[in-house]
Each structure stands twice: as C-alpha cells, then as structure tokens.
C-alpha cells in the first residue's frame, strides 16, 4: 500500500449531486465527478486492512484494495485491469450499485466512512474509456455455439464471457435493443443510456451476434445452438387487485419508466399513449427503488405534487426498534436523489381502493395499519389505526415489486441466470450470476 494512515487524515469526500434545481428539469446524471487528484486521495483511504470485507460482500468478489492501491498511485490502467478482471461491466455498478463492499468496508465499520468504491469503480472506467484501455478482444473459436436469452445485465456478462472463451455467442431480446432494466427500467438520471451503448459496442466487435424483437418460447428454444443461458429476468410486475383497478391513471411503475427512456431514447407516442405525471398529483405505492425512480421521473415530467406510500413501517434509523416486530435490517432507511427533489413519504400505510369519477383516478382510499407482534409466531399481524382518508391522486404509479417467474424443466444445455433465478435482486447479484451460468457451460462442454 502506497499510503496505509491516509485514513487518518483524510475524509471521506463523495462527488455530490447537481443541484436541485438544476438537474430537476432534465434528465442528465445527477451524479458529480471529483477531479483525478482528489479521486486519488480517496483512492488512498483504502487501508489494505487485510480482512477484505469488502470482496467478500462483492457478489462478484471486486478487489477494491488492489484497485484503489493502483488508481492512489496513478496506474490508472492498472486500476481498470484489476477492476475488470472480476467486474465485466464497472461503468454500471460504478453508478447504480448500492455498493455492497463500502457497507462492508472496515472504515464504515468503525468511522462511519467507507472509501468510495462505488464512485472510483466509476471514475477508472470512465478514464479507460477515455484512454483506450478497454482492449477489443478477439478470442479464438471453439466451434461451439450458444444462444442467450436476455440481453439485461446477467444475459450480458454470461455473454461476454462465453464469447471470450471461444463460443460464438447470440443473444436475443424482445426489446428493440439491449440493457433489460439497465435500459428500460433504470432512469437516465441514474444511468445515461450511452453507456450501455458503449458496452455493446465493444461486445459487437469482439463478435457477439445481438437479435433483437425476439420474443423466445423459454420451452421451445431456438434450434442449431449447443447450449442456452436463460436470463429473462422478471417480467411481471406485482399488482394490486383492489376495488377500482381497472380506472384510467392506474400504471404500473414500468409502464412509465420504460416509456420515459423510450421517449430519450426519441420513440414517439400519441397523446393517449403517453404515460405523463405533467400537472399531476402523484401517488406512488411502494417504498423501495424502484418507486424511488417513479418519484424522479415524475417530477421531471412536472408532476403537481409527488406522495410515497410503503406498508411496512418506517426502518429506524439506528438500531432496532423494539416497539416494531420486523426485522430492521436490511431494510435502513435510504434517501435516494429522487425524495432529495421532493416527496411526502408515508408508512403503515395500506390501501383499500381506488376512487374515481367518470373512469378516471381521482384519488385513493387508504388506511392507517400497525403492526402487532404475532402471538403465535411468524408473520406480525397488521391492525388498523383510527378511519381510512383519502389521499387525492389523478395517477397511481404501482411499484411493489416483481413476481418470480416459473421456469420450464430444462435440459441439461440449458443454464439459468439472474433475476429469473434468484428473484428480482441487485445488478451485481445479475451479472455474478450470469458470469456463474457461463461458468457452468464451459464445465458442461469439458
Ligand atoms: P433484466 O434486467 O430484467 O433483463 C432481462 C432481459 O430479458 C430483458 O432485456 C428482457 O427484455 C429479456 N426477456 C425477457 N423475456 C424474454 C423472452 N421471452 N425472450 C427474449 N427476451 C426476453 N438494481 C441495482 O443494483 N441498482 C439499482 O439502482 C436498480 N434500480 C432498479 C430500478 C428499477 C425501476 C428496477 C425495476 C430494477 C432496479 N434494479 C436495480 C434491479 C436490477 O435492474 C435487476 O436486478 C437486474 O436488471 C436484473 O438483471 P437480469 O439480467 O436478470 O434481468
């Protein structure tokens, strides 16, 4: 290590985001950079404390104390080598991951400040980029052809990584193009969409066959390929069958994300179409991510006013709440860039139906619940608390998560990863597990 005490003396610095009222009329990153002296310092930070917590809470085992040693010293080439020997795709996880390793980090641990591997993941890539280290490969052929179904980040990586060890790789997507949520999901604001088209890029030129609009019988697989990688991910959307559903300004959260990035990515859709929160009073059901990108998207169309509700209760902030019988963590409290622009966030909240008028959202019934402990064991009971309101709402965005898809029964070339797998999850946890498929073809053929 280039500087094993610059802990000591050195903080924590992050990039910080473009301010409010800047970036809330676009939809450009909202994530600053630090200049490469000062990425550097935080680089430093990284104090090689030998109980790498950090790589093993990586999914995909990232060895930040090699690449930050590297990146401190001004390798930046170096940096990158290291980073992408286990990451396949650092510019995504370098924006979108909720880095997993800094939780873990020993100086998160005992100060309260990780070193920034998220955001030096990011700067190494995007100086390799810049500099031409991201080599085109051109692998030599095994013979062997393999189909990957799913062009989101799990399909990608099993790509890639098939394709460098030899196989000819096609992956299809029933998409006009390639990403799953990285593209269709994930706002621009988080992640600009050039940087998958930079990626794919080079993973067009190293050979991999890209066949969009195909729309793939998981039980009737494309015929003339060796072995198959399933990574659709989870398509289906969790709904709420209340009273009311069927009312016009009830989406699903998708529905509207994946048309805002259509709509950047310059796809034109009819008045009627279009799903807008301009001038609306929006009520976004479900607190996690994924309603946390309905609330930045909806303030960017010009939505009136912008409301979050969760049925769970709110996670403390510190340790766990006696009074509350579910398990704090994971589940701490985040305040994402999104509730930063703006939100009334509510807990212990259900809700009971959907009001309208003339078939059109007016508003939603909602009650106020707790949770009581389960005398019995298991799941705590929810009571409700005092007489259902009504919020006013003219558009309900649902985001309370994905359904796990059931899976044919599969022949023994036939290998699965990501969010099909294991659930919806984490863009690491995909691309680890689209790495482990590739694995498991290339042990398959040997
Ligand atoms: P997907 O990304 O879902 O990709 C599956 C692909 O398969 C898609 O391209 C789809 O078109 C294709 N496909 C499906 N069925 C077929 C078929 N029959 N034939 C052909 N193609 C098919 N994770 C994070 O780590 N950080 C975040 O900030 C974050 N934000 C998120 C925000 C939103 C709104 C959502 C919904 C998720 C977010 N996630 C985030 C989760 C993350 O996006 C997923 O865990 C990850 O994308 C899963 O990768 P995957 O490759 O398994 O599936």
Aim: some cysteine; hydrophobic content about 35%; glycine content about 8%.
């Amino acid at each position: 290590m280039g500087n094993p005490k610059a802990f000591l003396t050195i903080h924590r610095k992050e990039a910080g985001h473009r301010p409010v009222h800047d970036r809330i009329h676009d939809f450009g990153e909202v994530e600053q950079t630090l200049n490469s002296n000062d990425r550097r310092m935080q680089a430093s930070r990284c104090m090689d404390c030998g109980v790498p917590f950090c790589h093993w809470a990586c999914p995909l085992g990232n060895k930040p104390p090699e690449w930050n040693d590297a990146l401190y010293k001004g390798d930046w080439e170096l940096a990158y080598r290291l980073l992408n020997s286990t990451n396949d795709f650092p510019e995504f996880t370098g924006r979108i991951c909720p880095a997993l390793c800094e939780k873990a980090c020993v100086l998160n641990l005992v100060e309260h400040e990780p070193t920034t591997n998220r955001e030096n993941e990011a700067a190494i890539t995007e100086h390799a980029f810049e500099e031409n280290y991201v080599r085109i490969h051109h692998p030599e052929r095994n013979g062997k052809k393999v189909a990957v179904i799913g062009a989101g980040p799990a399909g990608l990586v099993a790509a890639n990584r098939l394709n460098l060890k030899g196989y000819m790789v096609t992956v299809f997507d029933k998409n006009e193009d390639a990403g799953g949520l990285l593209r269709y999901g994930i706002p621009n604001f988080k992640l600009n969409k050039a940087v998958i088209d930079r990626r794919i890029d080079v993973l067009m030129q190293e050979g991999i066959t890209f066949k969009y609009n195909q729309n793939i019988d998981v039980s009737k697989l494309p015929e003339g390929f060796d072995a198959y990688v399933i990574a659709t991910g989870t398509p289906t959307a969790r709904d709420l069958a209340i009273p009311g559903r069927e009312l016009k300004g009830v989406y699903f959260a998708l529905d509207m994300l994946a048309q805002q990035n259509r709509v950047l990515a310059g796809c034109e859709y009819t008045k009627d179409q279009l799903v807008s929160a301009k001038g609306k009073d929006v009520l976004v059901i479900g607190g996690g991510d994924t309603g946390s990108d309905c609330i930045g998207t909806a303030h960017r169309q010009g939505c009136k006013s912008v409301t979050q509700i969760e049925i769970m209760p709110k996670p403390a902030e510190g340790p766990d709440d006696p009074a509350n019988p579910w398990p704090n963590w994971p589940r701490t409290l985040k305040t994402t860039t999104s509730h930063e622009e703006g939100c009334t966030r509510r807990w212990n909240i259900n809700s009971l139906k959907f009001i309208g008028k003339d078939g059109k959202l007016t508003g939603v019934e909602v009650q106020e619940i707790t949770w009581k402990p389960n005398p019995e064991g298991g799941r705590p009971i929810m009571e409700a608390v005092g007489s259902p309101e009504v919020i006013k709402a003219d558009m309900v965005l649902l985001a309370m998560g994905f359904l796990k898809p059931e899976l044919p029964e599969l022949a023994p070339n036939v290998f699965v990863a990501g969010d099909v797998v294991s659930g919806p999850s984490l863009v690491v946890r995909a691309m680890a597990s689209g790495r482990d498929a590739a694995e498991k073809v290339d042990k398959f053929f040997h």
